[in-house]
Structures are given as structure tokens and as C-alpha cells.
């Protein structure tokens, strides 16, 4: 897996927008982008992944450089709730259709305040 | 069901003990892993099932060993563990096919070896 650098902490008002970055520079033409968050004690959560377009779902916003090189995650409306550690991963998915594992790194603490 | 359950959620076991962790899952994942993490830690990957069978095993300890009875089991065999295996193991699920799905995650079991 193509490695990712996150900045260790990050703080976000309550109810203001959260813009998460994440850096993949030797990321490969195959592997996509990942977003998972682990909130206290629980289980990792799978948030949202993207190839090449930006996506959205009902969690968050993907927004993926045209190079590739770079994401940005973001949740419109941060909730204390959200207070959580966010991984980035890259990861790939050849065409047989197995799945390679899944790595962590270390995350990005993100803090929402009252 | 979109959950992966794992039982007990908490387990204190001594040096000589041999215990078992179990994970199930009913969404038809074919794919199993199980996860070590430490506090403040991100998880590490310690195994990886492909349709019941072992497909990756990240150099672990034999005194872990991991078992797949059937496709909706996933077990971890615990004997003659040291005080430094204590942390929280994560299984998680997911699909097999060319769609990059997510892992589903577990709430994790809390090992405390004394």
C-alpha cells in the first residue's frame, strides 16, 4: 500500500465544517482512497472511499486532487459525535477481485469543540 | 444484519489460560481479518481469510491461532499469551468481488493477560 500523511491533531468547531487532509503522493494508478474513523474504544468505522472523482455520501464529502497526489475529507456539520481519529488509506483492488489489506497509519485525532 | 459481533467484549485471562475470541457476521462476507491495537496505537493487521481459508498471516506468534469454521465464523484461539498481548482485537468483514467495498468493523474484544 502507497503510504499517507496526516497532520496528528486537528480542532473544529461544533457545527462548522471539518476539512480533514490527507497526502498520498506515490499513490498508484489502481489504488484508491479510503477514509475511516475510530471513535473511542469502538471499532473502526469506513466513512467513504473515491478513485479518481470527488464522492459523497450521507457522512461526508471526498475530494480528490486531479493529480491524485492529495484528498481532502470533509463533514459538512461537525457534531461533537465527530470527535474521533480519521485514517486515510490507500489501498488497492485488482481486477480478480480480492481484496489486499487494509493498513492503518496513525490518523488524524480530530477534536470538534462546543 | 449489517454488523460484525464479537464475543465477550471484555476478557481477563492469566499466562496459562487457553481462551478463544469469536466474530460472526450474516452479510455474506467472504473475507475475514482479524486486528491487534494497542492503546493510542493505530491496528495492525494479524490475519486475513479468503473464503475460509488463511491468506495472510503477518508473522504472529503461534501462540495466536486463528480459525474459520464456516463462513459467518471467525475465531482466535488464545494459549500461553504474555502480559504485552493485552489490547483490544478488532475483526472485520468484507466483500469479495471487484467492487472496492469498505471492511465492516467489530466493536473489538478488550484482552487484559495477567
Known amino acids: 500500500d502507497a503510504k499517507t500523511t496526516q497532520p496528528p491533531s486537528m480542532d473544529c468547531a461544533e457545527g462548522r465544517a471539518a476539512n480533514l487532509p490527507c497526502n498520498h503522493s506515490?499513490?498508484?494508478?489502481?489504488?484508491?482512497v479510503y477514509w475511516y474513523r475510530q471513535i473511542h474504544s469502538q471499532g473502526p468505522q469506513y466513512i467513504i472511499h473515491?478513485?479518481?472523482n470527488n464522492e459523497t455520501n450521507e457522512m461526508a464529502s471526498l475530494i480528490i486532487t486531479e493529480d491524485r497526489k492529495s484528498s481532502t475529507l470533509i463533514l459538512p456539520h461537525a457534531t461533537l459525535r465527530d470527535t474521533a481519529v480519521y485514517y486515510c488509506?490507500?489501498?488497492?483492488?485488482?481486477?480478480?477481485?480480492?481484496?489486499?489489506?487494509?493498513?492503518f497509519g496513525k490518523g488524524t485525532l480530530l477534536t470538534v469543540n462546543p | 444484519d449489517t454488523e460484525v459481533t464479537q464475543t465477550p467484549k471484555h476478557l481477563v485471562m492469566g499466562m496459562t489460560n487457553k481462551k478463544s475470541l469469536k466474530c460472526e457476521q450474516h452479510?455474506?462476507?467472504?473475507?475475514m481479518y482479524w486486528y491487534k491495537q494497542k492503546a493510542k496505537k493505530p491496528p495492525e493487521l494479524m490475519f486475513v481469510?479468503?473464503?475460509?481459508?488463511?491468506?495472510i498471516n503477518e508473522s504472529v506468534p503461534s501462540r495466536f491461532s486463528p480459525e474459520c469454521p464456516n463462513s459467518s465464523l471467525l475465531n482466535l484461539h488464545l494459549h500461553a499469551l504474555q502480559p504485552e498481548d493485552s489490547a483490544l482485537y478488532l475483526c472485520?468483514?468484507?466483500?469479495?468481488?471487484?467492487?472496492?467495498?469498505?471492511?465492516?468493523f467489530g466493536s473489538g474484544t478488550r484482552l487484559t493477560v495477567v
Open positions: 488509506i490507500v489501498r488497492a483492488l485488482n481486477s480478480g477481485g480480492s481484496n489486499y489489506k487494509l493498513t
Open positions: 506515490t499513490i498508484s494508478g489502481n489504488e484508491y
Open positions: 473515491g478513485l479518481k
Open positions: 481469510y479468503s473464503y475460509e481459508k488463511l491468506s
Open positions: 472485520a468483514s468484507s466483500p469479495l468481488t471487484v467492487q472496492p467495498y469498505g471492511y465492516t
Open positions: 452479510m455474506g462476507h467472504r473475507a
